[in-house]
C-alpha cells in the first residue's frame, strides 16, 4: 500500500510550539526501556468501505489509550471519529496539532457513542453525528476533560541531527506519533524506508520502541498482509514526531479530603506552637 495521501498534513509551524527539552511539559518516566508493547489497543482500520483519511486521531488515540492503561490499568476505546468530527478532518486528512489541540478542547467519548459503524457509506456521513446525539457527544467530551489533563510537544518538527536520540528518550514518557510515506518496503533488509526527499502521507504510532541502531516497530492503522506491526529502519527519516502528556486531575471529593487532612495539619501545628509559647 502506498496511497497519495493517507491523511497526514503539514502542522504549521510557530515559533510558541512546545518542543522536547524546551517546553513545560513535565517529563514523567513511564517506560524507562521505550516499551510500550504490552499496552495494546484493540486494532481498528481506519479505512473500510471508503477511506477516511483519519489516521491522525486514530494514532493520537491510540497513544492517548496506552497511557491511560500505563497510568490506571483501564482498557479505553475512545472514538476516533469523533476528534476526527471536533478536528475538523474531512478528504485530505488533517496535521497532528490541529488534532491534538482539538483533543485538548473537546475531549474523548467512548467508541459506542459515535462509531465507525458498517452502515456507514460516505466520508460526509462518517464525518457527521449520524445514529447519534451530538449534545450526548459534546457531554461526554466535557466529562473526559474533567477527569484529565492533555498535553503535547513535538520531540521534532524540523531537520535536526539528533531525531533517533530524541525518539528514544521521549519514549520513556509516552507512545509516539510520527509521520512517514506508507509504506515503502525494501525486502533485501525486510524493513520499511524513508529518505528525505520522499514526502509524508500518514500519521501513525511507534509504540513498541525500538532496537537500537537496527529498526523502530510501528503499530499502525492500515494491516499490511495480516499484521499492522512494522519494522522501520533505523535511518528512517521522520519528518515530525510527537509525544503525549496525560494526567487525571483530582475530583471534588479528593480536593475535599485534602483540604481537611492540611486542615487539621495547619490545626495541630497552631496548638501544638500555642502550647510551646504558653
Not at 497511557?67 to 479505553?76: A, S
Request: one cysteine or more; a negative charge.
Amino acid at each position: 500500500m502506498n496511497p497519495k495521501n493517507s491523511g497526514f498534513k503539514e502542522p504549521p509551524k510557530d515559533e510558541k510550539d512546545y518542543i522536547l527539552g524546551a517546553s513545560p511539559l513535565p517529563r514523567i518516566v513511564l517506560q524507562e526501556s521505550g516499551d510500550w508493547s504490552m499496552f495494546a489497543p484493540k486494532f481498528e482500520p481506519q479505512r473500510k468501505q471508503f477511506e477516511t483519511f483519519n489516521c491522525v486521531s486514530f494514532n493520537t488515540i491510540d497513544c492517548v489509550q496506552r497511557l491511560i492503561q500505563r497510568l490506571t490499568g483501564n482498557e479505553e476505546n475512545y472514538s476516533d471519529r469523533f476528534l476526527g468530527l471536533a478536528a475538523g478532518t474531512t478528504y485530505g486528512g488533517n496535521d497532528p496539532k490541529t488534532v491534538a489541540e482539538a483533543l485538548r478542547k473537546n475531549g474523548l467519548i467512548p467508541e459506542d457513542l459515535l462509531p465507525f459503524s458498517d452502515n456507514l457509506k460516505t466520508l460526509e456521513e462518517y464525518y457527521s453525528f449520524k445514529d447519534s446525539d451530538e449534545n450526548e457527544c459534546r457531554g461526554w467530551g466535557r466529562k473526559w476533560l474533567k477527569k484529565w489533563d492533555f498535553g503535547y510537544e513535538f520531540v521534532f518538527n524540523s531537520d535536526v541531527p539528533d531525531k533517533p536520540e530524541r525518539m528514544m528518550e521521549a519514549l520513556k514518557y509516552s507512545p509516539l506519533g510520527v509521520s512517514v510515506a506508507a509504506w515503502n518496503y525494501d525486502s533485501e533488509k525486510d524493513l520499511f524506508v524513508k529518505d528525505k526527499t520522499e514526502r509524508s502521507n500518514h500519521w501513525t504510532v511507534c509504540v513498541i520502541g525500538y532496537k537500537e541502531n537496527e529498526y523502530w516497530l510501528i503499530d499502525d492503522s492500515y494491516l499490511e498482509g495480516e499484521s499492522n506491526l512494522k519494522k522501520l529502519s533505523w535511518n528512517y527519516s521522520f519528518d515530525y514526531a510527537m509525544r503525549y502528556f496525560l494526567k487525571k486531575k483530582e475530583t471534588d471529593q479528593e480536593r475535599q479530603r485534602s483540604f481537611t487532612f492540611f486542615g487539621m495539619l495547619k490545626g495541630f501545628f497552631a496548638k501544638w506552637l500555642d502550647d510551646i509559647f504558653k
